[in-house]
């Protein structure tokens, strides 16, 4: 019986993740080369976009094995621009490896990524790479780690020759003292009976890794090592990390299927391929299954990953990851199996949200004689790839446009049509996404047979405000046995759709509905509900008022002490708030603080000038904040049943 490690590799961009993959890929023997990220001829790394950029765009999946575990390594991207492809494979994983460069430490996006690892309390070991560049430390690596990420971590090697070729590891040993001390005083705050044994000064070294791999196990402490992936020093300590260290179970190949869709691509044929994470069972070709809404859709082919490449089989078992085909309907986060509370693939889901959603938007403008229907369905196929692209078409303007993280995304998207589609387009300027949140609470309610009010149902609903983050909550006041299931269907499904668009046009977030009027006769439909319902929520909503708030970022600026009386008054113009005064160290100086996101790209085009190029900006997002002048608002795409009666004409009209 196979055990299996599905794992992530994780980073900030340039750490090394995707040079690292093929050393662990080459030092278990399933590739005979080691390729190179600046040549383009790795493994992982393989659109063509992502061998002209020297980035990862897209996650990767490679398979290895280490004795009798099989390994599938997912290579993430680090550009904050493609956080949504990291999103998006968390759900499916048993472990990670969180890499931090020696040389530039711990960035803002590895404390983005460290937070949704300990909030899904994923198992990760830490790995510090690159000790062999000019400017690599360990110590201080270590400290920022304690300090930054909050991680209860204890380094099993230590790093000598620093920023040189030969830079070196050495494993730490049970014989070492110190590094037993490091381990108990590390294991011991976790765990009552190893601290009796501590103090009692019996805990052998034995024990004490043993419960090393528990806690890790557990996520609760995190291993750090030392490396170089460029010169493959401190990866085999690595690679018996992660089999000694993170959690790897026989799996259930025999149990009713059960797997979730973390990824989806087009084939050579433009075909659409599923990638699934089996978590129980096996599926074997022609298989029929259910899938998302779908109850029985036929596997026509299988492919899953090994000795360095994707080849056809007949079947996959539960723990591996496999290439599936003919699933047509498939959406990233759809569950394969029966959907049951017992089924593992329910538990974590891939269209889970553990990270900011876009912050901009920007229309697609087709260049001329561009075939409009080919970009649309284009941009669809992206969208299903990546669903945070949320493509939008407003019919008023004849305008498509799309959700962005940033400029090297919309390079990206701009490049992929031109190569994959053959069409050319540019896109407008970025702008923020913004989002409105209930200032208050409101109600309103439609009765059946009343004169204004065209349509056989009831509905009443009280909207109110709602901790943030919470999104849109939805909540029966009423009997569900006093209606047909399928009209409190289409009133849920109606008030989701609705508040994609509040009084200004942006989504309405951290907000709770409630149903408190409900009604029906005897020739009522469920699209008497999906008209009616759009004028109570609005109605709800106008009552409540909303609060249009932007997103902000956390930034941290590092610049020469001397260039603060420039940067300072530079800053406040873009409506950057410090949180407290610069930190004076020597000749360079930090400040922390929060700044709009609609500010951050020129902030970040004009310190160059104002620094003599010496200032580093980072910046990740923090939380929605209140915009406090010149409220923007949205253009609807919707049929704007804040007019009601331009909003009834229309619906009277259609139907
Ligand atoms: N000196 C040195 N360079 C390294 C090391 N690891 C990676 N590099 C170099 O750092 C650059 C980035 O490496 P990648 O492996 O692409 O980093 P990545 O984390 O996959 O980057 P993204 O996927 O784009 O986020 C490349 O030029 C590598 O050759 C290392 O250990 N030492
Ligand atoms: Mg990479």
């Known amino acids: ?73 997912i290579d993430t991207p ?74 209860p971590v204890v380094p099993l090697s230590t790093a000598s020759g620093l920023g040189s070729r030969t830079a070196r590891t050495i494993r730490r040993a049970g014989t070492d003292p110190g590094f037993v001390a490091d381990l108990a005083e590390l294991l011991t705050a976790n765990d009552d009976a190893l601290l009796r044994s501590y103090v ?57 299927v059960s797997a979730s869709v973390f990824k989806i691509e087009r084939g050579r044929a433009g075909e659409k391929v599923v990638y699934v994470r089996m978590f129980r069972g096996t599926l074997v070709t022609r298989d029929r299954i259910g899938i998302g809404d779908e109850r029985s859709v036929t596997v026509t082919a299988i492919s899953v990953f090994e000795r360095g490449t994707w080849v056809t089989r007949k079947a996959v078992a539960a723990g591996q990851i496999a290439q599936l085909w003919g699933l047509v309907g498939a959406q990233v986060g759809d569950h394969i199996g029966d959907g049951s509370a017992s089924d593992p693939a329910r538990h974590g889901s891939a269209d889970q949200h553990y990270f900011a959603p876009p912050t901009l938007e920007s229309v697609v403008v087709p260049a001329q004689g561009t075939d409009r229907v080919a970009l649309h369905e284009a941009l669809a196929q992206l969208a299903e790839q990546d669903p945070l692209i949320d493509l939008r078409q407003d019919d008023v303007r004849r305008e498509l446009s799309i959700s962005l993280y940033g400029e090297v995304q919309k390079d990206v998207v701009r490049e992929t049509l031109a190569a994959d589609y053959g069409l050319d387009v540019t896109f407008g300027d970025s702008t923020t996404i913004c989002v409105e949140r209930p200032a208050g609470t409101g109600s309103a309610v439609e009765f059946i047979g009343a004169p204004d009010n065209p349509f056989l149902g009831t509905v009443g609903l009280r909207l109110e405000r709602a901790r943030p983050g919470s999104g849109v909550t939805y909540r029966l006041g009423v009997e569900l046995g006093s209606m047909p299931l399928a009209f409190f269907t289409a009133v849920e499904q109606t008030v989701h759709a609705t508040l994609e668009q509040g009084l200004r046009g942006w989504q309405v977030i951290d907000c709770a509905i409630t149903v408190t009027h409900s009604g029906y006769c005897p020739i009522t439909s469920a699209g008497e509900f999906r008209n009616l319902t759009p004028l109570v929520v609005m109605a709800a909503l106008r009552h409540a008022g909303t609060q249009v708030c932007e997103p902000v970022h956390h930034f941290r600026l590092d610049v020469p002490t001397d260039s603060l009386g420039v940067v300072l008054p530079e800053a406040a113009r873009m409506r950057a708030i410090p949180s407290t005064a610069p930190e004076i160290r ?40 209140p915009v406090p002048r010149d409220v923007p608002s949205r253009p609807r795409t919707d049929h704007n049943p804040l007019d009601r009666m331009a909003y009834l004409q229309h619906v009277v009209r259609r139907t």
């Open 78 to 151: 680090g550009h904050p621009d493609f956080i949504a492809e990291v999103e998006r494979v968390l759900s499916v994983l048993d472990g990670a490896v969180l890499v931090i460069s020696a040389v530039e430490g711990v960035q803002a996006q590895t404390r983005v990524l460290n937070r949704a690892l300990r909030r899904l309390a994923v198992p990760t070991l830490i790995f510090v790479n690159k000790i062999d560049r000019v400017g690599a430390q360990d110590a201080a690596v270590l400290r920022a780690i304690a300090e930054k990420l909050d991680a």
């Open 1 to 73: 019986l196979d055990k299996a490690l599905n794992l992530g590799i994780v980073a900030h961009v340039d750490a090394g993740k995707t040079t690292l993959t093929e050393r662990l890929l080459h030092a278990a023997g399933a590739i005979d080369q080691i390729g190179s990220v600046d040549e383009g001829s790795t493994v992982t790394d393989s659109l063509a976009l992502e061998r002209q950029r020297g980035i990862t765009i897209r996650s990767a999946v490679a398979s290895f094995t280490v004795g009798d575990v099989t390994v599938n390594l």
């Open 586 to 625: 020597g000749s360079s100086a930090v400040i922390e603080g929060t700044v709009p996101a609609a500010s951050v790209d020129r902030l970040a085009q004009r310190l160059p000038g104002l620094t003599s190029g010496e200032g580093v900006l980072e910046s990740a997002f923090d939380r929605y904040e």
């Open 200 to 256: 009692d000064d019996a805990l052998p070294y034995e024990r004490l890794r043993e419960a090393l791999a528990v806690q890790t196990k557990q996520a609760r402490v995190h291993p750090v090592y030392f490396g170089s992936a460029a010169t493959g020093v401190g990866v085999a300590e690595l690679m018996a990390g992660l089999v000694e260290l993170l959690p790897t179970a026989i799996q259930d190949v025999a149990g009713p």
